[in-house]
């Protein structure tokens, strides 16, 4: 999926930009029937540990964004297998919390009007070169949950491994209230643990009604629960 059009000029210089700065690494899975590579960084630690380095420096103050962008997440990998079964993807998806950009690279190959948003300025770069081939229907923008408006909506929103901190419940639960379709639903994966089954519990309790028969996928030796959730009528 990379080799293909590494030839053009403005994807090598783009490249080029992010191998200045960090050592890229490849990632393959199928999704659907296809297989696909994707960069990310070859060593996300030493991304989490410069982070925390930075914010240790800061004394009290925290940094805008966490490190976890740097990896190809088990829950990004799943939600995307899961996101090319889907029968209708002539609609519109948002990925939220894109990281490096596997679900929304996935989508817009399946043919999504696809959006991919996060907060960190450097996953953005990995998320262009990773939906290079299907920019013309890909956006790619700064999104912060906390307080951005986009003027739209959206007939999906996948969100992979992005209910890892309890304060961010409510601000994604009023993020999607305003960026979801009348008739739209959110994907959601993430890691089997306690945090996960919180959220479940929090978001029903905020008025969405929870699909959970997606069920619990595996990736490597991880198991991902991925649910689907729309509002309740």
């Not at 393959?28 to 996300?44: C, I, S, T, W």
């Not at 103050?61 to 190809?72: F, I, M, N, T, V």
């Amino acid at each position: 999926m990379i080799d293909s059009f590494a030839s053009s000029k403005a994807y090598r210089r783009l490249l080029a930009r992010v191998e200045r700065r960090y050592l890229v690494g490849r990632v393959r899975f199928v999704a659907g029937e296809r297989e696909y590579e994707v960069l990310k960084v070859a060593d996300p630690d030493s991304v989490f540990d410069a982070a925390m380095a930075e914010e240790n420096s800061r004394g009290q103050k925290p940094l805008d964004w966490q490190p976890y962008w740097a990896e190809a997440w088990e829950s990004s990998l799943v939600l995307a297998q899961y996101v090319a079964e889907l029968s209708t993807p002539t609609t519109s998806l948002l990925d939220l919390g894109c990281g490096v950009g596997v679900v929304g690279a996935v989508a817009a190959a399946c043919g999504w009007d696809v959006m991919l948003g996060d907060i960190a300025q450097p996953g953005l770069l990995f998320s262009q070169l990773n939906v290079w081939p299907w920019r013309e229907r890909a956006l790619v923008r700064r999104i912060d949950w906390q307080q951005d408006w986009l003027g739209r909506d959206f007939d999906v929103i996948a969100c992979a491994d992005c209910v890892y901190d309890r304060r961010d419940f409510h601000d994604l639960d009023k993020f999607w209230r305003k960026h979801l379709s009348d008739r739209g639903e959110v994907l959601i994966a993430e890691p089997s643990r306690l945090i996960g089954r919180e959220f479940r519990e929090t978001i029903v309790q905020l008025g969405w009604t929870l699909d959970p028969s997606p069920g619990v996928r595996r990736s490597g030796k991880r198991e991902v629960v991925v649910s689907r959730l729309t509002r309740r009528r």
